[in-house]
Every structure is written in structure tokens, then in C-alpha cells.
Nanobody, 119 residues
Framework: QVQLVESGGGLVQPGGSLRLSCAASGFTFSSAAMSWYRQVPGKEREFVAT????????EYADSVMDRFAISRDNVKNTADLQMNSLKPEDTAVYYC????????????WGQGTQVTVSS
């Protein structure tokens, strides 16, 4: 019933841009906080960005501050991550996460999408 479907990953050169999209269904999207995390092999999954239900609150990891921007569309039920000025150290599998309030307390993860930054 619940799905978080990610798209937009791929190979990009250093300094380039990518836009990731997370399409959500099966829960009350407009009241859910949406986040992006990333993980590299052998490392712990790390926080990238989050956005509140109305879109007015955003938070970013220091490593992506001023380069990435998270947004959401509560009509289309999507959460995007615009990634600019990409660096090789941004290479990771990027995961979409939802923390729902209806049903309360539910946490959902997407399947992950690979982002590779290399020349």
C-alpha cells in the first residue's frame, strides 16, 4: 500500500547537477515530514535534508548546505532534492524517507537511487 518511488539518479561530472524525485502514495503525504539520506558502502546511512509538511521548515547537513535544496509538492505528492555543484564525495545511494502522522508514527523508506559523481 505505501510506496516511495525514487527517480533521477545517475552519473554526473563534478560541478554538475541532478534532481532527485520521490513519488509517494499510500499515506497522508501532506502531514508527513520528508527527508533524504545517503549511504556509501561500508558506511552508516547519513542525513542529507528534511522538509516539514507545509514546506516552510527545511534542514540540511553541513556537507550539502548551500548546494542542495529540498522541496515538496503536496498536490503531486512528491519530494525533490535539487543537487548542485556536485562533488565526488556526494557519490552514494540516496534514499527517500517519510515520517507520517496519519497513520501516526509510521516511517517509510524508498528503495534508493544511485548517484555517482565522477569525471
Amino acid at each position: 500500500q505505501v510506496q516511495l518511488v525514487e527517480s533521477g539518479g545517475g552519473l554526473v561530472q563534478p560541478g554538475g547537477s541532478l534532481r532527485l524525485s520521490c513519488a509517494a502514495s499510500g499515506f497522508t503525504f501532506s502531514s508527513a515530514a520528508m527527508s533524504w539520506y545517503r549511504q556509501v558502502p561500508g558506511k552508516e546511512r547519513e542525513f542529507v535534508a528534511t522538509i516539514g509538511g507545509t514546506g516552510s521548515m527545511t534542514e540540511y547537513a553541513d556537507s550539502v548546505m548551500d548546494r542542495f535544496a529540498i522541496s515538496r509538492d503536496n498536490v503531486k505528492n512528491t519530494a525533490d532534492l535539487q543537487m548542485n555543484s556536485l562533488k565526488p564525495e556526494d557519490t552514494a545511494v540516496y534514499y527517500c524517507k517519510a515520517v507520517a502522522r496519519h497513520p501516526v508514527g509510521a516511517v517509510y523508506w524508498g528503495q534508493g537511487t544511485q548517484v555517482t559523481v565522477s569525471s
